[in-house]
């Protein structure tokens, strides 16, 4: 069965670290996303690619960086890891055409914290 | 800026009762606007979505119903059950630069007593 895969599910990092996060998926989607998770501020969109090249950025993308290299992966970089940047992110990904088929398919997420 | 509000932040409803959580967008590329539902540790999943030739789509418990001009959807859940607490999230694709991403909401917790 295709799946979208995170990992590692947690990591403790220290300030100053450059930290990457993976993301692979086996759906053939040519669209992937990065959001992080904070109370009170639900989903927020970091980095996000639609195609192999693509990348582009969020609202929040300061400190963070995007890679695609293939159709599977787009790993996310912070690049100099801040006490800021603690949350849980969320990698996933989508069909060519959102909204007509199955939406957005997230990972199982990864939850950083930086010390 | 908030393009997408969601209310209310956390919300308690008796086991039989009716859940419902209201979202409020801006300008959107198009008209698609799904909810999400996310369990304790695990990723949010698609729950039902619609896309507005219709002002209500229904699966099962679930409702959204939709009013355009005022810019508004909501999540109704009937007979709402322990199973149902978790985490809700509105989501709409604004018009800023691109219209395959969404913007979500905040988020509701949703807790179904017995």
Redesign the interface.
Known sequence: DAEITQSPRHKITETGRQVTLACHQTWNHNNMFWYRQDLGHGLRLIHYSYGVQDTNKGEVSDGYSVSRSNTEDLPLTLESAASSQTSVYFCASSESILGTGAGYTFGSGTRLTVV | QQQVK?SP?SLIVQKGGISIINCAYENTA?D?F?W?QQFP??????LI?I?PDVSEKKEGRFTISFNKSAKQFSLHIMDSQPGDSATY?CAA?ILT???????????TQLKVEL
């Open positions: 969601q932040q198009f698609y799904p999400y540790g695990k990723g949010p999943a698609l979505a896309r999230f694709p630069g691109g219209g395959n991403k969404l913007t979500f909401g905040t988020g």
